[in-house]
């Protein structure tokens, strides 16, 4: 009898292994498949036959189905509109549907003349035209119309660049063939030619002893100046080769470098090729794009910018992004020589911070050269205490926020923010969690950013780190196009990478906010060129702005400058509709890049070394 029952289990064990294989196999097969396996089926997969394109290595995604996947961003005016939510038939059929996905826009592609091409920095026709240069205007932005649809050539023998920590010392010198800067700084140990490589020994005209010495004495000149705790976000004038913003980095300082496109040559471009956060821009006749009140400390050292001149609006400008009680820090001859000439800039510079209120607190000699520290009042009584009101305070329609794209450098101080928006923020890294300060007066405000926080860390870690085919471990120059409240960044600052976050100029103004994070950004409009050398970057995301964007301007024009800004083997990323989705396929395949969906709304792209 015990025999019997023995066989009796053993038979109903092997019924039910029997229907749970019955079952798995009738998964495997159903539509579902997509979403367990999202790479199992190599048809979804378009790669080009060229040898030279980089592949990327699936990554293995973990199972999920509807009850247990990861939240999307949420649904905001700043950062996703999604009127079409997809269910699961749209995303089988688009998946499936091959023919419709794999087809490529015949476009007969051309050459842009040259490799460093930037088109709204390169416009020879406009700047020909300018009735002036005394002020730089020939420095500013002047963008072709209509837009250009070449693509940018590579440099002949152009490399993968090298990885991070170590492209921050040493780059290809194929990638930016430029050595007229070896030459004209050769005594200042910027950067020196060695073999087939560029070397950046840490050097600058101000700091010829080395740039973590330099950066140190200014800590020790000034305590209160607590390098990657009560300062995180510093703005670079005139940066050179960004050495100053590089060593920063290791102090969890986060320094947007910018310098113009000058005869310089390749200021900037060195810097995003070693890795080092910077931008094309100058301090000319209109504002630049960054909010007010956004940096804790500004450094220029020998920038060659003149405060003094245009009326005081350069030094006004400054005033504008720094937020009350910052910093600048000013290394520059008149502050320690004394022939008549330098000494008359100084005077004429004393006059000038004065009537801003700003005050000296500290001005020291190191080794051979010396600077100055600039603080900005936290409040208007030293305003209103002035016997000669000028410059004036601003009146708030000069002051109101996205005001900072084309628009006239001001000639008036902005009132100081009172309360509790004016405080300093959180020390790092508390700051990028904190409720930030810009929005301690808004309540719906800070319920988005607490929401758009928490759905981003689960979105990055459970579908972007897991689920893409990403190889992060070649991501340092990350753009987020349309960054919100800057979740995206948040999400990801415990990898080795930086994030630039770009806020549309035609939607809500939230970069307040993401430097109130301890976190970079700027203002852009992506129906122009965007300030950035070719090559920039490794990685370009966009989450719901190319629907709303594509009936402003021609969806073509964007993917061309996507294009132009990400490196040969880099990421496009593009989280949107399936309307949109299937028109930007087909264009990208036309410039051979390989692509693949996931989801049915998570297009990856990877770019090509292809030129026509």
């Avoid at 009584?381 to 329609?397: N, T």
């Avoid at 085919?469 to 120059?477: G, L, M, Y």
């Amino acid at each position: 009898m015990i025999k019997n029952i023995f066989q009796s289990r053993k038979l109903s064990g092997l019924c039910v292994l029997s229907l749970l294989l019955v079952s798995v196999t009738i998964l495997l097969l159903t539509n579902d498949t997509i979403d367990l396996f999202p790479y199992l089926s190599l048809s979804n997969l378009r790669r080009s036959s060229l040898s030279n394109i980089p592949t990327a290595t699936p990554i293995s995604s973990p199972t999920n189905d509807d009850s247990s996947s990861p939240p999307e961003p949420p649904v905001n005016q700043t950062r996703v509109v999604d009127d079409h939510p997809i269910d699961q038939s749209l995303e089988s059929d688009l998946l499936k549907d091959d023919k419709e996905w794999n087809v490529s826009l015949t476009v007969n592609w051309k050459r842009c003349e040259s490799p460093d091409y930037i088109p709204c920095l390169d416009n020879t026709k406009a700047i020909k035209k300018l009735k002036s240069k005394r002020n730089m205007e020939h420095r500013e932005r002047h963008c072709p119309q209509p837009a250009p649809k070449c693509l940018v050539p590579l440099p002949q023998r152009y490399k993968v660049p090298l990885p991070w920590p170590q492209s921050r010392d040493m780059i290809w010198y194929d990638n930016v063939p430029h050595p007229k800067l070896v030459e004209y700084k050769k005594d200042q140990n910027w950067v020196r030619k060695s073999g087939p490589f560029f070397v950046f020994p840490g050097g600058g005209t101000q700091f010829k002893d080395g740039v973590i010495h330099y950066i140190n004495f200014i800590q020790k000149t000034l305590r209160v100046l607590d390098w990657g705790k009560k300062v995180r976000v510093v703005l670079d004038v005139g940066c050179g080769v960004a050495s100053f913003g590089g060593t920063l980095l290791d102090k969890n300082v986060i320094t947007m470098s910018f310098a113009p496109k000058d005869e310089h040559e390749a200021q900037i471009q060195f810097a995003l090729e070693r890795g080092i956060p910077a931008t094309l821009a100058v301090i000319g006749t209109q504002k630049l794009p960054f909010p007010d009140n956004a940096y804790d400390v500004i450094h220029c050292a020998r920038c060659r910018v003149h405060w003094h001149g245009y009326g005081g609006r350069p030094l006004l400008e400054l005033n504008r992004v720094l937020r009350p009680g910052g910093f600048f820090v000013w290394s520059a001859t008149p502050v320690y020589q004394h022939d008549e000439g330098h000494r008359n800039v100084w005077k004429t510079m004393e006059a000038l911070t004065t009537s801003m209120c700003w005050k000296v607190v500290a001005r020291t000699r190191f080794t051979k050269v010396g600077f100055v520290i600039y603080q900005k009042p936290d409040s208007d009584s030293c305003y209103e205490a002035r016997k000669k009101k000028d410059p004036p305070l601003c009146i708030e329609e000069e002051t109101k926020k996205n005001s900072s794209w084309y628009t006239p450098l001001l000639t008036c101080l902005p009132k100081v923010p009172v309360g509790l928006t004016g405080k300093w923020p959180s020390v790092w890294p508390g700051r990028l969690t904190d409720t930030p300060v810009s929005l301690l007066r808004e309540q719906t405000g800070e319920e988005r950013y607490r929401e758009d926080t928490k759905l981003w860390s689960g979105v990055i870690s459970d579908i972007y780190l897991n689920g893409l085919a990403i190889n992060w471990s070649k991501i340092h120059n990350v753009m987020d196009m349309n960054a919100g409240y800057g979740g995206f960044a948040a999400a990801l600052i415990n990898k080795p990478l930086w994030v630039m976050n770009v806020i549309p100029v035609t939607g809500e103004d939230t970069l307040p906010t993401i430097f109130d994070r301890g976190l970079i950004g700027i203002y852009h409009d992506w129906c122009e060129s965007f300030n950035t050398y070719p090559r920039s970057y490794d990685l370009l995301h966009s989450s719901f702005l190319l629907t709303n964007l594509s009936q402003r301007c021609e969806l073509m024009e964007v993917v061309v400058e996507i294009d132009r800004v990400v490196r040969p083997g880099g990421y496009l990323v593009v989280q949107d509709t399936v309307e949109m989705l299937k028109k930007l396929n087909p264009i990208l395949l036309s410039l051979r890049w390989s692509t693949n969906v996931y989801r049915g709304k998570y297009l990856v792209g990877v770019k090509s070394s292809w030129r026509p």
